[in-house]
């Protein structure tokens, strides 16, 4: 195998799922065609899961379909390997996890067929998907040779009672970041070499990380159409310890109206007082000779009796 | 000098006292109304629809309300300068004119207040302005600004009144009854007792003091709602003189306007005379000489310099499509009144009127001048908004509320001197003592 | 689009599964919405890929954790530890306005009125005419906060500039203090569909509007507390908006990951109205080495273009 190969593959994987779906729903290419994909995950090399997406071209890009029920099964499509029944969400997702009822079915194949199968409704198509991968996991690891560090991979698949590396993989190698991962070196993705690694120098010197300095490496096979998504992290502690910018909670000009500026606050006061405590002594005075007024009164009535 | 022929107290009491609206005063008076009423229909009607009645955009986001409560500011700065300047400089003329410059100080900042509750989008939450103020806006300096100048102005206005709500409860006889109960509540404590005139002196004077400063910083603060901003033709250092020399123009020139008027009206020739038309003037002309020198300043030194974000602006001004308005504010608010005052016969009467209207009129296009054209150059090109937000002209709402709370300002100065003597009668009668040989 | 959202799930789920199965204690996203998951006491035993059998709480396999409403207060705070910055690549936009009309889309904007303007700049009679796209450019040292009276809109420690609807007071000083014309009024009822307007109002969503009060670009802060980008950059096929988050150094635009900090500093970022001392959050890459003509991309106006 080359690794031009998995390219091609992609691209005819693509193109044959581009066919079979419009096949399936056997209608003119040019309406909006709801389609149902099918997935694997397998995060963590622990918990596989399947997800199915339920979506309708319009124009350039998709649209999720929701609420459309649909039925996983395991292998073949029989009440028996029955896996789980979906509703897609909100995003047209809906994911079903590996009941433990199927262990012996699981652990007797290496390479598993997933259907997912809906009845038609709201006037769509029934619609079905498939996938079928090779169970395999994930292995990340780091290296520090002459303190150069790196970050390797293996993408490791089921012979008899071991795990072996699988060469000619590609995958990414990134640091875990919110919104998506950045890649550890230059390149976007890596290929595992004729032993099955996958190696990347790490080229994100004092990169911030957690409040220890702590990175998360995360290693990713996506989309292979032989054994679907993986992804596997590891903390490493090559970050920059990030402190926390007290700056925004200092007073200033625009901040909330209970951090004002002390100068600005020193100035309004003692104006309003100064302004405030003359106008109030002038009501006190207008009193005053309300008073005087009164004492007047009292004085000239006291006065005639 | 016409002034102090020898009129005794009962004679100036008689001729000061108010007075029931005649015809002309009813006709005035219901035509305020009715223009105040197509306002208040206007502004219901903006509540209901929401600002849409208006035809302010994006981009102009101020309009005229903005630039009428500008004028309503600059306007009641007037109530300061007659009042607190000419009695700290004891200027012995200023008596006539002092009730005057305090009532349109008093209602002019009424309605500055009330056009800016119209202006906002959610006038029922006004009262977030005390609840969450936030002090590092300018238009909580100004919201305090504005209500203290309010109080002082009252209190002034209040305190000064006093000794005249005495004489008008003597006077009952004559004014009939309607107000006597109201006179009773405002002074019936006033006995004019020594201590008490000792008193009320010394208040006034400390008004007096207290008044300027607050006068100076409530249209400061507001040439500072705009010269805050990074908006060429607003972000200027000398804005808060700019507009404080022009406040004191426009006010001059209310009081003149209403001096003549309220001459015509009730036949004050011998107490308005025309000495204080003519000292008014050389005011007036004072103040237009020196607004005109700010405005050489505020137009020439960045037209010199032709900044790009400024040239747009400018050039809108001087040549564009604000040049008719922007000439005319200049020539016809500034430079005639110049020339017609700066000639003993120009203080006359009759054209010291003239000169006051123009002085006004241009005074309000100038407001308007200094908002609008300012928002419709922002510093980035004016894209994917709708094209009519590019231009601004009032909508019928818009002129109907303005007109309106113009009416409104007239009306609170009308029904004052309905009730209460629009010259100090005891002023006017102390004046008239000193004045005479002993 | 549908990939990258699913590929974010991914990430959560795989979270959530190594929490469940390990009982995660290393490591505390900073951002973990996962953290707020509470157990609900019923378990399900599930496979693993090795064929054990782990028993796993129910909460934890949903796909999108439930996401608390986040209170006005805890809104006005915004997210801590972060600090986010968007990115233009002016050298790849080509006035499709996609940005727009998603913005416009998920925000309910006014018909008329964009959030998103993309400008047709020049900076100098012979230098070349370039597409600006323009969001808020939640500025560090925001002109439109300082005058805000009230403290309807305001700055979060995580860098954004929000306005609360439910505050504002219609005064529209702010949008006379932004120099960059950002800020829309809502002049009208907004027409919204029922569904849209029965919304509880959030200062993260800025849905449904409300007359009489300002709007503008939110950075979309519902969507990066789940993990997502705003609504611009995922729409973007040219991929022009980077969004991420300066304490992470990381900016993204759904497919391409870069450090911000190398990236503003090999292209030679450069933020709007420097001068002004306004500090925004916005970062330009010039419009070099362009992969199209100016003029392409003007035929991407709309004949009945909204051009004043």
């Given at each position: ?14 193109l ?7 096949k ?9 065609v ?24 319009v ?6 379909v ?7 099964y ?55 998907g498939?996938?079928?991968?090779r169970?395999?996991?994930?292995v ?10 790196g ?8 012979k ?8 000619d ?19 976007d ?14 080229k ?10 702590n990175?998360v490496?995360v ?20 970050g ?17 109206g ?11 006061i003692?104006?309003i ?12 005075q ?11 009164d009292?004085?000239l ?5 | ?17 108010p007075?029931p ?23 219901i009607q903006q ?6 009645v ?20 600059a306007?009641s700065l ?9 009695r ?27 056009i ?29 600004v ?44 006033w ?11 010394k208040?006034?004077?400390l008004?007096?003091?207290v008044i ?10 507001t040439?500072?709602?705009f ?9 200027s ?10 406040a004191f ?9 209403a ?8 036949k004050?020739e ?11 003037g ?8 020196l ?42 608010g500034?430079i ?11 203080r ?15 005074a ?22 709708p ?10 709402q ?5 007109s309106?709370?113009?009416a ?26 000193s004045e005479?040989?002993? | 689009?549908s990939?990258?959202k699913?590929r974010?799930?991914?990430i ?14 290393s ?10 998951v509470q157990p609900s ?5 599930l496979?693993?890929?090795d ?29 801590p ?8 690549d ?12 998603a913005?416009?889309h998920m ?12 400008y047709q700049m ?8 370039y597409f ?5 450019m ?18 979060r ?20 203090a ?7 009024f ?17 200062a993260?969503?800025s ?10 670009c ?15 950059v ?19 635009n ?12 090999d ?42």
């Amino acid at each position: 195998m080359t690794a031009n190969y998995h390219h091609k593959i992609i691209i005819l994987a693509s193109l044959l799922l581009a066919t079979a779906t419009t096949k399936l729903t056997a209608q003119d290419s040019a309406a909006a065609v709801t389609t149902l994909s099918v997935r694997y995950f397998l995060p963590e090399n622990k918990l596989p899961y399947i997800e199915v997406n339920t979506k309708k071209k319009v124009g350039r890009k998709f649209d999720p379909v929701t609420s459309v029920p649909v039925n996983i099964y395991f292998n073949e499509p029989a009440p028996a390997n029955l896996l789980g029944k979906v509703i897609t969400g909100k995003d047209g997702l809906a994911r079903v996890f590996i009941p433990a009822s199927f262990k012996s079915a699981w652990d007797s194949l290496s390479e598993i067929k997933f259907i997912a199968e809906s009845d038609s409704i709201k006037g769509e198509p029934a619609l079905s998907g498939d996938v079928t991968v090779r169970k395999a996991i994930l292995v990340i690891d780091t290296t520090n040779a002459d303190g150069v560090r790196g970050v390797t991979a293996q993408l490791k698949e089921r012979k008899g009672a071991d795990w072996v590396a699988i060469k000619d993989i590609e995958m990414k190698l990134g640091v875990k970041r919110m919104l998506g991962n950045l890649s550890v070196g230059e390149a976007d993705t890596y290929t595992a070499d004729s032993t099955g690694l996958a190696s990347a120098e790490f080229k994100r010197d004092s990169l911030a990380g957690d409040s220890k300095g702590n990175l998360v490496l995360v290693a990713r096979v996506e989309d292979n159409d032989t054994y679907g998504n993986l992804v596997v992290e590891k903390s490493v502690p090559w970050g920059k310890g990030v402190i926390a910018d007290t700056h925004f909670w200092h007073r200033s000009l625009w901040s909330t109206g209970n951090r004002v500026p002390v100068w600005l606050l020193f100035l309004a006061i003692s104006i309003i007082a100064g302004v405030w405590g003359v106008i109030i002594y002038l009501i006190r005075q207008v009193i005053k000779m309300k008073k005087m007024g009164k004492d007047f009164d009292a004085a000239l009535l006291s006065r005639t009796t | 000098m016409e002034n102090p022929q020898k009129f005794s107290p009962e004679k100036i009491t008689s001729d000061l006292l108010p007075q029931p609206f005649g015809r002309r005063g009813k006709l005035w008076t219901a035509a305020l109304l009715l223009v105040a009423l197509i306002g208040a229909f206007a502004y219901i009607q903006q509540l209901r629809k929401g600002l849409v009645v208006t035809n302010m955009g994006d981009y102009v986001s101020w309009g005229i309300y903005i630039s009428n409560f500008v004028f309503f500011v600059a306007i009641s700065l007037v109530g300061s300068l007659i009042t607190a300047i000419f009695r700290l400089a004891d200027v012995p003329w200023r008596t006539p004119l002092t009730r005057i410059s305090e009532i349109i100080a008093v209602s002019a900042i009424t309605f500055a207040a009330l056009i800016i509750i119209v202006d906002m989008g959610r006038p029922e939450r006004m009262l977030y302005l005390f609840l969450h103020g936030r002090l590092q806006s300018p238009i909580m300096w100004d919201v305090i600004v504005i209500s203290t100048y309010f109080c002082t102005s009252l209190l002034l206005l209040y305190i000064t009144l006093l000794p005249d709500i005495k004489i008008m409860i003597a006077a009952r006889e004559k004014l009939g009854t309607p107000f006597a109960k109201f006179y009773r509540w405002l002074g019936s404590f006033w006995k004019g007792t020594e201590a008490q005139e000792k008193m009320r002196d010394k208040s006034i004077t400390l008004i007096c003091i207290v008044i300027i400063p607050v006068a100076f910083c409530i249209h400061t603060v507001t040439s500072w709602l705009f010269a805050t901003t990074y908006r060429p033709g607003w972000d200027s250092t000398n804005f808060g003189a700019y507009f404080v020399s022009g406040a004191f123009l426009v006010g001059a020139g209310g009081v003149v306007v209403a001096m003549y008027v309220f001459r015509r009206v009730y036949k004050l020739e011998h107490y308005i005379t025309e000495r204080h038309f003519d000292k008014m003037g050389k005011i007036l002309v004072m103040l237009a000489l020196l607004y005109l020198y700010f405005n050489v300043n505020e137009y020439l030194v960045p037209a010199f310099k032709m900044k790009k974000d400024e040239e747009a602006h400018l050039q809108a001004l001087f040549t564009g499509d604000f040049a008719p308005l922007f000439w005319f504010a200049i020539i016809v608010g500034m430079i005639i009144p110049i020339f017609i005052l700066v000639f003993p016969k120009g203080r006359k009467p009759n054209a010291m009127f003239a000169a006051g209207v123009m002085v006004v009129v241009g005074a309000w296009f100038k407001r308007y001048l200094i908002v609008t054209p300012t928002l419709l150059h922002p510093f980035l090109p004016k894209f994917d908004a709708p094209a009519r937000y590019s231009h601004y002209f009032p909508s019928w709402q818009e002129w109907a509320i303005t007109s309106g709370s113009l009416a409104g300002v007239l009306l609170i100065i009308t029904f004052f001197a309905r009730v209460f003597p629009i010259i100090s009668i005891y002023k006017t009668i102390t004046d008239h003592d000193s004045e005479l040989p002993s | 689009m549908s990939i990258e959202k699913s590929r974010r799930e991914f990430i959560a789920a795989g979270l959530l599964t190594t929490m469940a199965a390990v009982a995660c204690n290393s490591k505390k996203s900073p951002f973990a919405p996962e953290e707020d998951v509470q157990p609900s006491g019923e378990k399900v035993k599930l496979l693993s890929v090795d064929g054990e059998i782990i028993e796993v709480d129910k909460a934890y396999l949903k796909p999108v954790p439930h996401m608390p409403s986040v209170s006005n207060e805890e809104i006005r705070k915004g997210i801590p530890g972060k600090k986010f910055a968007m990115v233009i690549d002016l050298s790849r936009c080509k006035n499709l306005k996609k940005c727009q009309s998603a913005c416009n889309h998920m925000h309910h904007v006014h018909s008329e009125q964009n959030w998103i303007k993309v400008y047709q700049m020049q900076d100098a009679e012979m230098t070349a005419p370039y597409f600006q796209p323009t969001t808020c450019m939640h500025c560090d040292e925001p002109p439109c906060v300082k005058v805000c009276p009230v403290d309807a809109t305001f700055k979060r420690q995580d860098g954004i500039v929000l306005i609360d609807s439910d505050r504002c007071i219609g005064c529209r000083f702010c949008m006379a203090a932004c120099p960059y014309s950002t800020r829309v009024f809502n002049w009208e009822e907004p027409e919204l569909a029922a569904d849209v307007a029965a919304q509880t109002y959030s200062a993260e969503t800025s849905v449904p509007q409300k007359r009489g009060t300002v709007g503008k670009c939110d950075f979309c802060p519902d969507m990066t507390r789940m993990g997502m980008l705003p609504h611009c950059v995922s729409a973007c096929p040219n991929g022009v908006f980077f969004f991420g988050d300066i304490n992470e150094d990381s900016v993204t635009n759904g497919s391409e990951t870069f450090r911000f900090s190398d990236l503003v500093k090999d292209k030679s970022g450069y933020r709007l109205m420097e001068d002004l001392g306004t500090k925004p959050s916005v970062y330009y890459l010039p419009p070099v080495n362009r992969n199209f003509k100016f003029e392409e991309g003007l035929k991407n106006d709309e004949p009945a273009a909204k051009k004043a």
